[in-house]
């Protein structure tokens, strides 16, 4: 059934208890054991409430995961662009960056903007909460 809905395009969540359907958790897209027994082996997805509460959870958390690697691949992205833009002016003027320099700018400069940029959405997320509940 499974790779029947799968084969038309749709994606398939399964949960159960692993009793007799390891083989539907392992082949659908998100297969959720709802007991601590050997199906936590099975699937992907162990869930130790008996009920398919979990699921809405599953998902915020797939979302956030996917977010999150998004947001870290574009960083790395704008990094490496950033550095190799500066080394190639730094090039065309025939001169480069030291080690130390190299260091400088990885520890304080990349980490500090890391931080702040952190902070700088949990502040506007807490912002947007309050005048959400409000």
């Known amino acids: 059934m499974i790779e029947a809905l799968q084969s038309v395009g749709y994606f398939v969540a399964m949960c159960g208890d692993g009793a007799n359907d390891c083989g539907a958790l392992k082949v659908a897209h998100a297969g959720i054991a709802l007991s601590q027994a050997e199906a936590s ?12 509460s979990c699921v809405p959870r599953l998902i915020r958390e797939g979302r956030c995961a996917l977010a999150t690697s998004f ?5 790395m992205m704008g990094y490496s662009l950033t550095q190799f833009t500066s080394i190639i002016l730094l090039y065309s003027v025939k001169s480069s960056l030291s080690d130390m320099q190299f260091l400088y700018i990885d520890l304080f400069l990349i980490t500090s903007l890391g931080v702040t940029c952190k902070f700088l959405i949990y502040l506007l997320l807490v912002i947007y909460h309050i005048q959400s509940s409000t």
């Open 41 to 52: 082996v099975a699937s992907p997805f162990t869930s130790g409430v008996q009920n398919i």
């Open 71 to 75: 947001g870290t691949f574009k960083f």
